[in-house]
């Protein structure tokens, strides 16, 4: 069923709670693809209902980025949830979201602000005031669909640790479940961004899994001097690619890592033209 009113999920809501039906909420900007489809399997698999939300949220999106031409797919995601079995689709026009007439600045409106030790790094960096515009608008579903749990991939793992410790901070009664990145064969991880990609840009965004996978080959090897395996990326680089960062944090508090241990992810980000891509891998996993 999709719905594009906050009035509507309220009543599904109260008809499910009156129930004592659990429900668990997959916050996404649609365009789904696989990634997505992990992320709705295991909310189908753990929980009574299954809420989805398709919301290209503006408030995320910094001057310069791609909200215009960001994809948008209704018709295709509507088909992929209800094979799925999602119960509900929200997807909501930015007016019902923030108000006819809404005035995106923090100055009108109320935005949840994550703490500036988490967001001045690694992403945050050079997309400022983008983890606001992300915890604003969990916020805001979270008290929407008031779901038991929230599932999040992986893959934007500096949002998922951020909306970890807001969930924390704010006492919200939500758990957060976070979900494996989910690769194509080649090893590149799934995004919706990755639309933007021609045949010849996919080929060398393998470079991304590729320096990560060598990494924790090295480190599984014995290397730990978090210098020598950046040291290792260069071999997969060119003049293709152009990178941002690549990065030893703490898995939870996003602490800068001098000694790799099993609690460190390795974040990179790469430009390939002017496509930005992510992608990280945790140490500590198998
Ligand atoms: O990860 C995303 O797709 C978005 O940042 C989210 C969590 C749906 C908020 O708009």
């Keep these: 069923m999709l719905v594009h009113t906050i009035k509507e999920v309220r009543e599904k809501v109260k008809e499910w709670k009156t129930q004592g039906l659990t429900i668990g909420l997959v916050p996404t900007m649609g365009a789904l693809h696989a990634g997505h489809k992990s992320l709705i399997d295991k909310s189908?698999?753990?929980?009574d209902k299954t809420v989805v939300s398709v919301f290209v949220n503006p408030i995320q999106f910094c001057p310069g980025e791609d909200l215009d031409k960001y994809p948008r797919t209704l018709d295709e995601d509507e088909?992929?949830?209800?094979?799925?079995?999602?119960?509900?689709i929200f997807a909501p026009s930015p007016n019902e979201m923030y108000g006819q007439g809404h005035i995106l600045s923090n100055d009108f409106l109320t935005y949840v602000i994550p703490p500036y030790f988490y967001v001045d790094k690694l992403c945050g960096k050079s997309r400022v005031g983008h983890f606001d515009g992300v915890c604003t608008v969990v916020n805001k579903l979270f008290n929407i669909v008031q779901p038991d749990f929230g599932f999040f991939g992986e893959k934007d793992r500096q949002q998922l640790i951020i909306l970890k410790k807001m969930v924390k901070?704010?006492?919200?009664?939500?758990?957060?479940?976070?979900?494996?990145i989910v690769r194509e064969e080649s090893?590149?991880?799934?995004?919706?961004?990755?639309?933007?990609?021609?045949?010849?840009?996919?080929?060398?965004?393998?470079?991304?899994?590729?320096?990560?996978?060598n990494i924790k080959a090295c480190y599984q090897k014995g290397i730990t001097d978090c210098n020598a395996l950046?040291?290792?990326?260069?071999?997969?680089?060119?003049?293709?690619?152009?990178?941002?960062?690549?990065?030893?944090?703490?898995?939870?508090?996003l602490e800068e890592k001098t000694i790799a241990d099993n609690n460190t992810i390795v974040f990179i980000a790469l430009k390939i033209g002017n496509v930005r891509l992510i992608d990280n891998i945790s140490l500590g996993d198998l």
């Design 44 to 47: 189908v698999e753990k929980c």
């Design 79 to 88: 088909r992929l949830c209800n094979e799925a079995g999602v119960d509900l």
């Design 169 to 180: 901070d704010l006492n919200i009664p939500i758990q957060i479940i976070p979900c494996p």
């Design 187 to 213: 090893g590149l991880a799934l995004s919706s961004r990755n639309k933007y990609l021609s045949e010849e840009d996919k080929k060398e965004a393998l470079a991304l899994s590729k320096i990560l996978f």
């Design 230 to 253: 950046y040291e290792t990326a260069f071999s997969y680089l060119n003049n293709h690619h152009s990178l941002e960062y690549l990065e030893f944090r703490d898995a939870e508090n």
